[in-house]
């Protein structure tokens, strides 16, 4: 099993920016990768940014180069430094681990863009 809490999340106003954190804990041994998804009132959840154990990275088209994912030392530590942000980055975001048997969510955290 695997815990996962998400911080760092709150209001800013548009172009500003903030970082979000994942904590991980329980079997980290076995995480391949991780992800920051959102979800928006009445849209569907989507994938931001992914990371895996090696440090390769994806972002979506909307968030390329204005978000960065990074891990510490071990996949006990995810985070999302988002940048120049938008009133359309208002969502929950989500943390999810992806290990070969499962993937597990945290409650997630809600960033509001807005002035």
């Known amino acids: 099993q695997v815990q996962l809490k998400e911080s760092g999340g709150g209001l800013v106003q548009p172009g500003g920016s903030l970082r979000l954190s994942c904590a991980a804990s329980?079997?980290?041994?076995?995480?391949?990768?991780m992800d920051w998804y959102r979800q928006a009132p009445g849209k569907q959840r989507e994938l931001v940014a992914s990371?895996?154990?090696?440090?390769?990275?994806n972002y979506a088209d909307s968030v390329q180069g204005r978000f960065t994912i990074s891990r510490g030392n071990t996949m006990n530590t995810v985070y999302l430094q988002m940048n120049s942000l938008k009133p359309e980055d208002t969502a929950n975001y989500y943390c999810?681990?992806?290990?070969?048997?499962?993937?597990?969510w945290g409650q997630g955290t809600q960033v509001t863009v807005s002035s």
């Open positions: 999810n681990a992806r290990t070969s048997i499962h993937s597990f």
């Open positions: 329980g079997s980290i041994f076995s995480i391949y990768a």
């Open positions: 990371i895996t154990s090696t440090g390769s990275t």
